[in-house]
C-alpha cells in the first residue's frame, strides 16, 4: 500500500475498498490501514542504521527441469526482500553452484536502492561469515543445510533469517533454538503468513483464540499432495555445481538433477515433502491459534500412500493423512485435533474462484461453527463471526506494519530494536516439530498412534525407543551438530 499522488482520504478510501474487497471485515481492514500510514510516517534510517548482510544459498538461475522455465529460488526472493528494506546492504552471496552465486551477484549490483553495489562471491558458507562486517545473514539453502549453517552464523555474531523450514529434524530445531538463546541473536523462520497475506491468517488466529467459534474441535490443514517421479537417470555434474558441498551432511550419492535445487524437496533425504513445505505454513498458523508456540500435541498418527522405493525416484508418501492431538482439553485431557493431509477438501461448503478448497486451513468448534482461511480469502459459517468487532480486552497477536515485504521488514526492524521477530528460532523450532513427527509417524510407524511429551521432546510409552531414535540423523564426516 502506497500514498502515491493520492491523499490521506483517498488512500485510506482505496486501501479499505482493497482490503474488504479481499474478505477482510471492515474493523480489521481499518486497522491494517492504520499501520500503513504508521509504517509510511516512521522516520527513515539514518547512516548509523545501515545494516550490511549477506545471503547464504541464493537458490537456481537455471532450471533442472526440461519442460519448465528459469525460476528464482526462494533464496534469491529473500536477498531482494532485505534488499528492498531501507538501510539494508547486501554486499556478498554463497552458493555451491557458481551460476547461482553470480546471477544473485549481479542482481545485487543493479539494484538501485544500494548505494554501494560492490558482491563478493562466495562458495563456502565459512568464508562469508568471517567477513565482520557483516551483521545478518539469510539462508535459502535446501532444508540439510539450515541448523549447521544458522548456529555458525549465530555463533559468528550474526542475525539470522532463515528460510522454512527451520531444520530437517527435531533435534536441529532444538539446537538452533538452544544457540539463539545462549547468543541472544535475533532469528526470523520465514514463515511469513504470520504477517502477510493482508493479515487473514492473523486474523482467524485471533478470531480463534478469542473463541469466536467455542471451543475447537479439529483443526484441518490441506497442504497438497507430493509429486511422484523416478526412477530418474544419473548425469554428469553440472559446471560449476560443488556436488559433493551440496550434499553435505548428507550420504554420497552420484548426481541426479531431480535431487537438486527446487526438486530437493521430494527427497526424505534432504527435506519432508509437502509435510515440511506447505506443513511448516500451516501448521505453523495452527499452533499459533491454538496458543501452543512453546508446545505441541500429546499424540501423532500418519498414514499414507506408498512411495516409491526404486532407486533414484522421489520418495516421499504421494498422499497422507497425520492426525495430532493436543492436551487441551478439559483437565488437560485430549482435546483439539489437527488433522494435517494432501487435500482436497471434498464435500466441504468452501469454495474459492469456484473450486474446492485444496490448500488453506479449516478451525471448526462449537454448534458447526468454522472459519477457513488460505492465502486468498477467509470465509466462516456465519459472516458475522468475521464482521464483529473483537472487544477492546480480547487477545490480540503481534502486528507488524504493513510496508512491503511485511515479514523481511519485521527481522530488519528486530535487528535494529533487539526485540523478538514473530517467529523466532524457539517458536519456528515447535512448529516444524510438528510437521517432522507427522512424517516419523507416516514415515516409519504407519496407522500406529505415537505418545509425544511436548515438555520433554520426546516420545513415551509403546514404540518409544524405536521413534525417539529418529528425532535426529547421523551427519556425514566432517559435518556434525555442535550446539
Not at 541464493?58 to 519448465?68: E, L, N
Not at 523416478?230 to 555434474?237: A, M
Request: proline share 5%; with cysteine.
Amino acid at each position: 500500500m502506497k500514498y502515491g499522488t493520492l491523499s490521506r482520504r483517498g488512500f485510506m478510501a482505496q486501501s479499505l475498498g482493497a482490503l474488504t474487497a479481499a474478505g477482510l471485515p471492515l474493523w480489521f481492514a481499518k486497522e491494517i490501514v492504520v499501520d500503513a500510514q504508521e509504517a509510511k510516517t516512521a522516520p527513515q534510517p539514518g547512516a548509523n542504521d545501515r545494516i550490511v548482510m549477506g545471503a547464504i544459498g541464493t537458490g537456481t538461475s537455471r532450471s533442472t527441469r526440461p519442460t519448465m522455465p528459469v525460476r528464482g529460488e526462494r533464496g534469491v526472493h529473500i536477498m531482494q526482500a532485505a534488499m528492498n528494506v531501507p538501510g539494508v546492504q547486501m554486499v556478498a552471496v554463497c552458493d555451491v553452484d557458481r551460476p547461482n552465486a553470480e546471477f544473485a551477484q549481479n542482481l545485487v549490483r543493479n539494484a538501485t536502492p544500494n548505494v554501494r553495489r560492490d558482491c563478493a562471491v562466495h562458495a563456502d558458507f565459512r568464508r562469508l561469515l568471517e567477513n565482520r562486517d557483516i551483521t545478518a545473514v539469510t539462508i535459502g539453502t535446501p532444508d540439510h543445510w539450515h541448523a549447521l549453517i544458522a548456529i555458525a552464523a549465530m555463533r559468528a555474531g550474526k542475525d539470522v533469517y532463515c528460510e522454512k523450514p527451520m531444520t530437517l529434524t527435531v533435534e536441529e530445531g532444538k539446537a538452533v533454538a538452544r544457540v539463539a538463546r545462549e547468543t541472544r541473536k535475533i532469528f526470523q523462520v520465514g514463515t511469513q503468513q504470520r504477517t502477510e497475506y493482508g493479515g487473514r491468517f492473523r486474523l482467524a488466529a485471533e478470531l480463534v483464540r478469542n473463541g469466536r467459534i467455542g471451543r475447537v474441535s479439529r483443526v484441518t490443514t490441506l497442504i497438497g499432495a507430493n509429486p511422484v517421479g523416478g526412477p530418474f537417470e544419473v548425469r554428469p555434474t553440472l559446471e560449476g555445481l560443488d556436488w559433493n558441498f551440496w550434499l553435505g551432511p548428507t550420504a554420497q550419492v552420484d548426481y541426479v538433477p531431480q535431487r537438486c535445487h527446487y526438486e530437493f524437496r521430494w527427497w526424505f533425504e534432504y527435506s519432508g515433502g509437502k509435510m515440511t513445505d506447505w506443513g511448516a505454513h500451516h501448521n505453523d498458523i495452527a499452533q499459533w491459534a491454538l496458543g501452543m508456540d512453546e508446545s505441541g500435541p500429546v499424540s501423532v498418527r500418519g498414514t499414507g500412500a506408498a512411495p516409491s522405493t526404486q532407486a533414484n525416484s522421489y520418495n516421499c508418501h504421494p498422499t497422507f493423512e497425520v492426525t495430532y492431538t493436543y492436551g487441551n482439553g478439559p483437565n488437560g485431557g485430549e482435546g483439539t485435533r489437527l488433522i494435517c493431509r494432501s487435500g482436497p477438501a471434498q464435500g466441504w461448503p468452501i469454495r474459492e474462484n469456484n473450486n474446492v478448497a485444496g490448500n488453506g486451513i479449516l478451525f471448526e468448534g462449537e454448534d458447526n461453527k468454522w472459519i477457513w482461511v488460505s492465502r486468498s480469502t477467509i470465509q466462516a459459517s456465519d459472516r458475522a463471526l468475521l464482521d464483529e468487532t473483537l472487544p477492546a480486552n480480547a487477545t490480540r497477536l503481534p502486528r507488524v506494519n504493513a510496508m512491503s515485504n511485511h515479514h523481511m521488514q519485521n527481522f530488519i526492524q528486530s535487528v535494529r530494536s533487539r526485540e523478538q521477530t514473530i517467529c523466532n528460532a524457539s517458536v519456528g523450532h515447535r512448529s516444524v516439530a510438528v510437521c517432522h513427527l507427522g512424517v516419523i509417524a507416516t514415515r516409519f510407524f504407519p496407522n500406529t498412534t505415537l505418545r509425544w511429551d511436548p515438555r520433554e521432546e520426546r516420545f513415551t510409552g509403546e514404540n518409544a525407543d524405536a521413534a525417539n531414535r529418529h528425532l535426529g540423523r547421523a551427519m556425514r564426516a566432517p559435518w556434525r551438530l555442535e550446539a
